[in-house]
């Protein structure tokens, strides 16, 4: 049999079959680590199938893989979950997020817990690290009580927070930004946007390149952990991300509306959570992908008008 040089950086990423974790898996396994990635529904065959919520499975995977790196993506974030389940959801958030930080300190494993920019109210941008959190709705508060839980069982690991993403997607759903685009392109029908929320769109590629950056900065130096911010650079509402998805592909814009007015209906939302992302920038992490070059190529797939997909990709 064939020798195979397998890398001797471990990384072990939970919800790797989600939006994030599919490319914080790409991004490690093409940089020279050895990979693993674990998802629950959607995990075979590609990936090992862990319930997070099931302590033993979590500890047994820890302790045959001993991952130097855990990314942990996994998390419920779909607000009408979040609202109807909220048990079940503050189990996987909180209690599972506590506990994986638990098993990674036991084999002194770098555990980065990825988080979100709804932390904070949004009436005080931009948001530093040191900033005192203060979630509107449901989702924050789980986020946010996961970070405790796991800077409590592992005073070792790092909190990542994140804004709004968008990137490849496997459906249009998947992302609140890629979402948007049917609405774009059925330009016969008049469609209403969110012209009040400050947002700032960040592409998955670019998050997954900080957690890479990020551990292997902490791999050489052991005070690199707490919380850190990442955020694209771009300020944009959702009926300007739909302008640029409109303007990125040629297409019209005029049936969009602006809708300035603060929205009433769902769950409570920050009106302005930009992060401040100078921490990591000083450490020389970061990447930004351009919104319109990043956005163009994760929704050419999806773009409906096959003539105009012919003349300029091929
Ligand atoms: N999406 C955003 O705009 C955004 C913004 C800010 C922060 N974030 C944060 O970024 C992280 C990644 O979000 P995402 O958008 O990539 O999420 P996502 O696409 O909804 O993926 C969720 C992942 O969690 C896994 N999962 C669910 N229940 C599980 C369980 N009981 N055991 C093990 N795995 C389970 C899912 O696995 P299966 O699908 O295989 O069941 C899936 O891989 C989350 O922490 C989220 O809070 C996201």
Redesign the pocket.
């Known amino acids: 049999m064939e020798d195979v040089d397998i890398p001797n950086r471990r990384v072990l990423i939970?919800?790797?079959?989600?939006?994030?974790?599919r490319a914080v898996y790409k991004e490690f396994n093409e940089n020279n680590w050895h990979a693993v990635g674990?998802?629950?529904?959607?995990?075979r065959p590609k990936f090992e199938r862990?319930?997070?919520?099931n302590s033993v499975e979590v500890h047994d995977i820890i302790q045959d893989f001993q991952p130097h790196v855990i990314v942990h993506?996994?998390?419920?974030?779909?607000p009408d979950v979040v609202e109807s389940q909220a048990d079940a959801v503050s189990q996987?958030n909180v209690t599972?997020s506590g506990n994986l930080a638990k098993e990674a300190a036991g084999v002194g494993a770098f555990l980065i817990y990825?988080?979100?920019?709804?932390v904070f109210d949004g009436t005080n941008p931009p948001y530093k690290e040191s900033d005192a959190p203060n979630p509107l709705n449901l989702y924050g508060k789980t986020?946010l009580e996961g970070e405790k839980a796991v800077l409590e069982n592992n005073e070792g690991a790092a909190v990542l927070r994140?804004?709004?993403?968008y990137g490849e997607v496997e459906n249009l759903e998947?992302?609140?930004v890629t979402v948007m685009f049917d609405k774009v392109q059925f330009s016969n029908k008049s469609a209403n946007m969110d012209h009040w929320q400050q947002r700032f769109p960040t592409n998955i590629k670019d998050v997954a390149c900080v957690c890479r950056q990020l551990s292997e900065k902490r791999m050489l130096d052991p005070s690199i952990k707490g919380t850190f911010h990442w955020s694209g650079n771009e300020q944009m509402t959702k009926y300007e991300m739909a302008c640029a998805i409109a303007d990125a592909f040629n297409l019209p814009s005029s049936h969009l509306r602006p809708i300035t007015d603060s929205p009433v209906v769902g769950a409570l939302r920050p009106r302005n959570a930009q992060l401040d992302c100078s921490k990591l920038e000083m450490l020389g992490i970061g990447q930004r992908t351009p919104f319109r070059v990043g956005i163009r190529e994760s929704l050419w797939p999806f773009l409906v008008d096959k003539r105009w997909r012919q003349t300029v990709f091929h």
Do not use: F, W
């Open positions: 939970t919800g790797a079959t989600g939006l994030l974790g674990c998802g629950y529904s959607r995990a862990i319930n997070l919520l993506c996994a998390a419920e974030r779909r996987l599972a990825i988080s979100t920019d709804y986020k994140i804004p709004i993403l998947e992302s609140a």
